[in-house]
């Protein structure tokens, strides 16, 4: 890996989750020559995974190292000075059905992190949680395994995306929009390090280190890294619904809400009264044909496709979202139509952790992406473990965690059709069939 000196010209592609915090804490230790480069002509950019109405802050994970790392997050999150007012302690209810294992391992975490949490052992219990008007459905009364995490709630992901940037731009960051990447100039000779960004505008960013932070646009715009880097970019579905002001009264008490086990998750209602859930799952992936002749799972999102259209989302998946709905609120199920569509698309990883180190044989190329979806609540502390790679003062273990070239775990599942087909743990990322996708009299309640 290159020796990176504080003065050294250091340019960061990707202005989202990773690539403003690794900035943001690249500055703070004194780095003075740091730019990040986005495609998006404003910022942050409207169809990014990290600029969302809401995002899940909770620190129930089985893998204590995440636990630990959330609470670390969440104290930075309620540290209004740096981050503003957008982390809103609304309480998780997290459940896991059959055996909950995965559940069961997160609360024991908690539990011995110190975190502030609730046994919800029974249906009484559970509804305790709520307002006496709100009706719950079956999920609460089908045996599983619950708890409320109180050190937990939700964050207003575009605003600390924003605030971020102005981290960024306070410390003394560079940060410039509509800078679509072209390539990646290396030098010739055995090393072939990475020496200079191009863009598509002709415009060329010379650097010590390149730190790519991409997401889910990763395998599209680089495609040497699909098989390189092992990520896959998935979208995964998003609706929300409109409540009355006397409706949004009644549930504005109660907890986010996460089945570990369908993922399956559903927030409160925001200042305008709208709830939004999603499926933590497979998703989807979009298949588009490089002139390489193969095939490499690419976003399909309001930048490619238009606001209208850009948005719609799969069939199948408005008819998933709408039954796991009914299992947790039906009245609201059975009466509220879908307001609002998304695909929200991640990097994916096979097996979950991120992908942060230098990449395999150049050691001025740097990959900080591989979210897998549940990267945006460490937004203020992700940078810390990207900043310590690029330093070497990652500790080992982690090094080795979020290798990219490590070996992730094999499915044998791989469709010859595509790249790389990676399944993920709670289910399989589905092709998305583009001429099967809803329309207005999907989003109707049923």
């Known amino acids: ?45 409207k169809d990014a995974a990290s600029t969302d109405m809401n995002k899940i802050v909770r620190s129930s ?7 630990s790392l959330a609470k670390d997050a969440v104290k930075s999150w309620k540290d209004e000075d740096e981050w503003g007012k957008h982390y809103h302690e609304a309480g998780v ?25 609730v046994n919800l052992e029974d249906e009484e219990k559970r509804k305790s949680v709520f307002d006496s008007g709100v009706e719950l459905g079956t999920a609460f009364t089908n045996k599983c395994f619950a708890y409320l ?10 605003g600390g995306t924003r605030r971020a940037l102005e981290n960024v731009r306070a410390l003394g960051g560079t940060v410039t929009s509509g800078k679509a990447v072209a390539e990646l100039v290396r030098e010739s000779g055995e090393t072939g390090r990475t020496t ?22 990763t395998p599209s715009t680089f495609p040497e890294s699909v098989t390189q880097f092992q990520c896959l970019a998935t979208g995964h579905s998003v609706v929300t619904i409109q409540l009355t002001f006397d409706e949004a009264i009644l549930y504005r008490k109660s907890p986010v809400i996460y089945n570990q086990t369908t993922g399956f998750y559903i927030f409160p209602p925001n200042a305008e009264n709208i709830v939004k859930m ?24 309001v930048s490619t496709h238009g606001v209208i259209e850009g948005c719609r989302i799969p069939v199948e998946a408005a008819r998933e979202l709408r039954r796991a709905f009914r299992e947790i609120y039906p009245a609201l199920a059975s009466s509220k139509p879908f307001v609002t569509t998304r695909m929200c698309w991640y990097a994916d ?12 044989g150049d050691p001025s190329l740097f990959v900080a992406t591989g979210g897998s979806g549940h990267a945006y609540k460490f937004l203020p502390v992700i940078g810390r473990l990207v900043a310590d790679a690029v330093q070497g003062v990652l500790p080992e273990n982690l090094a080795k965690k979020f290798a990219v070239d490590r070996k992730q775990q094999s499915d044998d599942k791989v469709n010859p059709e595509s790249v790389l087909r990676i399944e993920r743990r709670i289910n399989t990322a ?17």
């Open 1 to 45: 890996m290159t020796k990176v000196e504080p003065g050294s010209p250091i340019v960061i592609v990707g202005a989202g989750c990773f690539g403003l915090s690794t900035a943001y804490h690249l500055l703070k230790r004194g780095f003075t020559d740091v730019n990040v480069l986005d495609r998006a002509e404003t910022l942050p950019a």
């Open 61 to 67: 994970y089985p893998d204590d190292f995440y636990t």
């Open 93 to 117: 209810l997290i459940m896991g059905e059959g055996a909950a294992g995965y559940t069961k391992a997160s609360y024991a975490n908690d539990l011995a992190l110190g975190v502030r949490v």
């Open 149 to 158: 995490n109180q050190d937990a709630g939700w964050v207003h992901a575009e």
């Open 196 to 217: 200079a960004v191009r863009c598509t505008d002709g415009s060329l960013y010379p650097a010590e280190l390149v730190v790519l932070a991409t997401g889910s646009w």
């Open 278 to 301: 999603a499926i933590h799952a497979g998703g989807h992936t979009r298949d588009v044909r490089t002139d390489q002749n193969c095939t490499i799972s690419t976003p399909r999102t």
């Open 349 to 360: 990883t096979q097996d979950e952790d991120w992908l942060i180190g230098p990449a395999p």
């Open 430 to 446: 589905r092709t998305l069939d583009e001429g099967s996708l809803s329309t207005d009299k999907d989003l109707l309640p049923t």
